[in-house]
């Protein structure tokens, strides 16, 4: 059995300790919460310290603010984004059959901004059939649409579309670190962003690495350990019973690994060093090919898009003399189809897209390559 998934993953023991070896770096930032003389900060893995610090009491995720303070998404650049999913949304319905009820899935909903958005683009036959849930550990914000159900955990067994926008990469991973001697370890961290290398990574962490992310035994080179974000979005496919489940994030592909890692933080619209106290998000690229179960496909967000009738594409200057309104709010809405296509931005993110029981609704001819995953051995093992 596998546990229900939540807006964002609850973390198991990540078995790491105090015992550490190796170099350390880091100094106090400005802002860090200072400890009683003679206090030692404790060293943790990377996976406990980042969910304690976005998940934990007072924690980054849930302050009022909420993401939208500090960083900005595809849902935030545009109600085209979910006017698109809205869209998605209707596909699946029509391959369903259009059943009595069709679920819709927010997962790390935020402030519920995409599932509001989605439930106010769509016809209102199919809303009106629509059960609207909203996945965040947050409290339900004031005002939401009465129709969307605020709920920790995702719903068991949907019909519809399980959406998760920029979810994976919130949920915690291990970072290791290659010594000088070529061992990869695991990198602990204090509340302050000080770093020291602990003890060499093992067991299924290993595998995963040797599978996913092979690092050259190259003193300082990095990686971040996909594992749990495998397990989050398999527990995420498992709950739809029929339908789609598609997670959207920066993504990186095998042979294409960054070779010093992604871990970095946001903080008021800015990226920063990443600290786990508290103070700022703190993300890392999702190895999308490595979440991928059978079936599976991998897009861009600008083939996704397009696909779903975001073109960017300028108005007519025609248009202009007929109708100067009209032009203004068509230019309008194709520079903000564009940035949410834009190659190097927001159109270079992957759309991993897991059909449940149905076609694959889009019509693409290109796709990213994901390797099977039913050639290469799993490294998962039991989600349970």
Same mark, same amino acid.
């Given at each position: 059995?596998?546990?229900?998934?939540?807006?964002?993953?609850?973390?198991?023991?990540?078995?790491?300790?105090?015992?550490?070896?190796?170099?350390?770096?880091?100094?106090?930032?400005?802002?860090?919460?200072?400890?009683?003389?003679?206090?030692?900060?404790?060293?943790?893995?990377?996976?406990?310290?980042?969910?304690e610090s976005l998940y934990g009491p007072g924690g980054f995720y849930l302050r009022p603010e909420g993401p939208a303070g500090h960083f900005r998404t595809s849902v935030h650049a545009s109600s085209l984004f979910a006017s698109a999913v809205a869209r998605l949304l209707c596909r699946v319905d029509e391959a369903l059959g259009r059943?009595?009820?069709?679920?819709?899935?927010?997962?790390?909903?935020?402030?519920?901004?995409?599932?509001?958005?989605?439930?106010?683009?769509?016809?209102?036959?199919?809303?009106?059939?629509?059960?609207?849930?909203?996945?965040?550990?947050?409290?339900?914000?004031?005002?939401?649409?009465?129709?969307?159900?605020?709920?920790?955990?995702?719903?068991?067994?949907?019909?519809?579309?399980?959406?998760?926008?920029?979810?994976?990469?919130?949920?915690?991973?291990e970072v290791v670190e290659v010594d000088a001697a070529g061992a990869a370890r695991l990198v602990l961290v204090r509340e302050d962003g000080s770093e020291l290398l602990g003890e060499p990574v093992g067991g299924e962490d290993a595998r995963w690495l040797d599978r996913w992310w092979p690092l050259d035994p190259q003193e300082g080179?990095?990686?971040?350990?996909?594992?749990?974000?495998?397990?989050?979005?398999?527990?995420?496919?498992?709950?739809?019973?029929?339908?789609?489940?598609?997670?959207?994030?920066?993504?990186?592909?095998?042979?294409?690994?960054?070779?010093?890692?992604?871990?970095?933080?946001?903080?008021?619209?800015?990226?920063?060093?990443?600290?786990?106290?508290?103070?700022?998000?703190?993300?890392?690229?999702?190895?999308?090919?490595?979440?991928?179960?059978?079936?599976?496909?991998?897009?861009?967000?600008?083939?996704?898009?397009?696909?779903?009738?975001?073109?960017?594409?300028?108005?007519?200057?025609?248009?202009?003399?007929?109708?100067?309104?009209?032009?203004?709010?068509?230019?309008?809405?194709?520079?903000?189809?564009?940035?949410?296509?834009?190659?190097?931005?927001?159109?270079?993110?992957?759309?991993?897209?897991? &059909?449940?029981? +149905? %076609? $694959? *609704?889009? #019509? @693409? !001819? =290109? &796709?990213?390559? +994901? %390797? $099977? *995953?039913? #050639? @290469? !051995? =799993? &490294?998962?093992?039991?989600?349970?």
């Amino acid at each position: 059995m596998m546990d229900r998934p939540t807006a964002r993953e609850d973390l198991s023991s990540c078995g790491c300790g105090s015992s550490a070896a190796g170099r350390t770096h880091g100094a106090q930032p400005p802002g860090s919460q200072p400890r009683a003389p003679g206090e030692a900060q404790p060293w943790r893995c990377w996976r406990a310290a980042t969910h304690e610090s976005l998940y934990g009491p007072g924690g980054f995720y849930l302050r009022p603010e909420g993401p939208a303070g500090h960083f900005r998404t595809s849902v935030h650049a545009s109600s085209l984004f979910a006017s698109a999913v809205a869209r998605l949304l209707c596909r699946v319905d029509e391959a369903l059959g259009r059943p009595e009820g069709l679920g819709f899935v927010d997962m790390a909903a935020g402030r519920g901004e995409l599932v509001s958005g989605v439930l106010a683009a769509l016809p209102s036959g199919v809303a009106k059939r629509t059960r609207a849930y909203a996945v965040e550990l947050a409290d339900r914000p004031v005002g939401l649409d009465d129709r969307v159900e605020w709920v920790a955990a995702a719903p068991e067994g949907i019909t519809g579309l399980l959406f998760a926008n920029e979810w994976l990469d919130n949920v915690p991973v291990e970072v290791v670190e290659v010594d000088a001697a070529g061992a990869a370890r695991l990198v602990l961290v204090r509340e302050d962003g000080s770093e020291l290398l602990g003890e060499p990574v093992g067991g299924e962490d290993a595998r995963w690495l040797d599978r996913w992310w092979p690092l050259d035994p190259q003193e300082g080179l990095r990686a971040e350990i996909g594992l749990p974000r495998d397990r989050a979005w398999a527990a995420a496919v498992a709950g739809v019973a029929r339908g789609l489940a598609v997670a959207v994030d920066y993504a990186h592909l095998a042979g294409a690994r960054p070779p010093f890692g992604t871990l970095t933080g946001f903080r008021e619209g800015r990226e920063t060093r990443p600290v786990p106290d508290g103070s700022c998000d703190i993300t890392a690229h999702v190895a999308l090919d490595a979440c991928a179960l059978p079936g599976a496909r991998l897009l861009t967000q600008r083939d996704a898009l397009r696909a779903l009738g975001v073109s960017g594409g300028r108005p007519p200057l025609s248009l202009a003399a007929d109708d100067p309104a009209a032009y203004v709010r068509a230019l309008t809405g194709a520079g903000e189809a564009a940035e949410l296509i834009a190659p190097g931005g927001l159109g270079d993110f992957g759309w991993l897209v897991q &059909p449940v029981g +149905v %076609p $694959d *609704p889009f #019509d @693409v !001819p =290109d &796709p990213l390559d +994901v %390797p $099977d *995953p039913r #050639d @290469v !051995p =799993d &490294p998962r093992g039991d989600c349970g």
